[in-house]
């Protein structure tokens, strides 16, 4: 276990191995030349003193860069040193490009990945070709099991993997979280949360001389609110690329643009409540406010090709948004599409219900109704059947289905469908991609049943696919996380319940009483159930800071008796 007394890191951590892997080269070479790219504080510039350190130790003369040096003046025999590259102006820049195109000139350089202005863009190539290159930023669990060692320092092994978890291997929050960590927060907490402030602190404070264009995009990524939210900032993707390149860089980013937990409750918390309610409105607004501007017929066509690539739910997405508009597209393809999607989704009925509000007028497509018709026992179904027939749409299926499970739900003798009933519904529900205005989701009402049945297998696969079909959109992910522990809890599995809620922590709304209580719930039973009494005494300590006031609905009940 680490504690303070026990050694100290530098800032470098993710360097170790490479340090390790490039002396040799470096000090055997006829000619050293090392290319170091990294993110912020990843340990380029210990990288480099440790080279140079090596170098002078071999009696090999080396030259730190400084504004004021003539590079060509500069013999080539003589390491020249530069960090820091992406911060030279242009006319640096070039004379250091010159020294590249000499092959027999020394050369040791570190950079960031981005900014890469032409001069440096130039540079990279050049030194790509024919140097020993170095990549730095993100820390392995090798890595750290190894630096540990070296310092004479050890962690326990559900410790590393959090740490490791909450910072996606980012190399200077990996850094700083072993620092930081101390083996005596561990006791009653251990969900690492007095590590998580530290961390958040830092970051937060790193946010202050960030770029306002990436605050902005980083505030957006957490939240989950669209791209499009970048008021006066143009969103073509190079200016995109370029944002998240840029957060990368800074460590704040994963290479492909994901937020890390740890940086996520940073944001959220430096983020004023009035400024995460309005972009939380962006992400839960009125259902059309971020619909596509595409004309009916195109919508169709996408929704096509969507089919046809095995997405049958973004199809029906696809379809829905364009009958929402005019009548510009063919009503047959568009019929003979939502029967098709409703017979892949298992649901025949609703297939053939689909000819009974838009009626085939080509031959073709009343052959199809037919096979609709047949498949459900009805060859002779006609319009007339149910002359007030709507066009199903998914949302709406979905709500019958639920309305209809929940019924049978509270019937003395629950008919043996309810649970299927409802599975459907939350499934359909989630595929339907709405985010509207709902007292529970369908999910959570399903996987109450469920537990009330005894059956936590199906309560847990309904979170769990509600979880990754994002279920009421970001609004609604904290509360479905909390049921997802509570399940986690019951089944004796309380890493997962951990996990579930440190990821909820950074989610939930402080006004959103409700998923607080169940969050709090949650972690009290974890206590009391798989830690000790100080444990507990911290998780009852936490719970009193909110202040309960609401009603328990039946649906929140079940988490009570866990």
């Given at each position: ?178 620092i930081l960590h101390d083996s005596r927060d561990c006791v009653g907490d251990p969900d690492h949360r007095a590590l998580q402030q530290l961390l958040a602190d830092e970051i937060a ?55 890390v937990p740890v940086v996520r409750s940073a944001v959220l918390g430096a983020t004023p409540t009035h400024r995460l309610a309005e972009l939380k409105a962006g992400v839960n607004g ?206 004796e599995q309380p890493q997962e319940a951990r996990e579930a809620l440190a990821e909820a922590e950074g989610l939930v709304s402080p006004n959103s009483t409700r998923t607080r209580f ?45």
């Open positions: 276990m680490t504690t303070p007394a026990q050694g100290r890191f530098s800032s470098a951590f993710s360097c170790a191995r490479q340090i390790a892997g490039v002396m040799d080269t470096v000090v055997n070479s006829e000619v050293p030349r090392v290319f170091v790219v990294g993110t912020a504080r990843s340990g380029k510039t210990t990288l480099l003193r440790e080279l140079a350190t090596v170098l002078a130790d071999h009696q090999i003369a080396i030259r730190e860069f400084q504004p004021s040096l003539e590079i060509s003046e500069l013999s080539t025999a003589e390491v020249l040193v530069v960090d820091d590259l992406h911060l030279l102006d242009g006319h640096q820049l070039e004379q250091i490009a010159e020294r590249c195109l000499d092959p027999s000139a020394a050369l040791i350089v570190a950079t960031r990945p981005w900014p890469r202005p032409d001069p440096l863009t130039t540079i990279w190539r050049l030194l790509e070709r024919d140097v020993h290159r170095v990549v730095l930023g993100v820390v392995s669990r090798a890595d750290a099991l190894a630096c540990l060692k070296a310092k004479g320092r050890s962690i326990a092994d559900d410790c590393l993997t959090q740490i490791l978890k909450l910072t996606g291997g980012i190399s200077w929050l990996v850094t700083r979280a072993l404070h790193q946010l202050t001389t960030t770029d306002d264009r990436l605050c902005r995009l980083l505030e957006l990524v957490c939240v989950g609110a669209p791209i499009e939210m970048l008021c006066g900032v143009p969103t073509d993707s190079s200016t995109l690329d370029a944002l998240i390149a840029r957060g990368h860089a800074e460590g704040l980013l994963l290479r492909n643009g994901e937020v009125p259902g059309d406010q971020h619909k596509p501007s595409e004309s009916p017929q195109v919508l169709v066509q996408q929704a096509i090709d969507a089919w046809a690539a095995g997405d049958p739910d973004l199809a029906a997405v696809l379809v829905e948004q364009a009958q929402a508009g005019d009548d510009s597209f063919d009503s047959d393809l568009v019929t003979d599409l939502m029967a098709a999607i409703w017979a892949e989704r298992g649901m025949p009925m609703i297939s053939s219900e689909s000819y009974l509000a838009r009626p085939p007028t080509r031959a073709e497509s009343k052959i199809r109704a037919t096979i609709a018709h047949i498949a459900v026992g009805l060859p002779d179904r006609t319009q007339t059947d149910r002359p007030e027939q709507q066009t199903p749409t998914t949302l709406g299926i979905a709500l019958r289905l639920f309305d209809e499970g929940l019924r049978d739900s509270i019937e003395r003798q629950p008919p043996s469908s309810t649970m299927v009933t409802l599975v459907q519904a939350s499934e359909l529900y989630t595929a339907a991609k709405t985010t509207e205005p709902i007292a529970e989701l369908p999910a959570v009402v399903a996987a109450a049943v469920a537990v009330g049945a005894g059956d936590l297998v199906t309560a847990t696969s309904v979170i769990d696919a509600a979880l990754h079909g994002d279920q009421g959109g970001s609004r609604a992910r904290a509360r479905l996380l909390g049921w997802r522990a509570d399940l986690a809890i019951r089944s169940l969050l709090e719930t949650a972690r009290i039973t974890l206590a009391r159930r798989f830690e000790d009494r100080q444990s507990l005494e911290v998780a009852w300590e936490n719970a009193r800071t909110i202040q309960r006031t609401g009603d328990s609905s039946l649906y929140s009940l079940l988490c009570l008796s866990s």
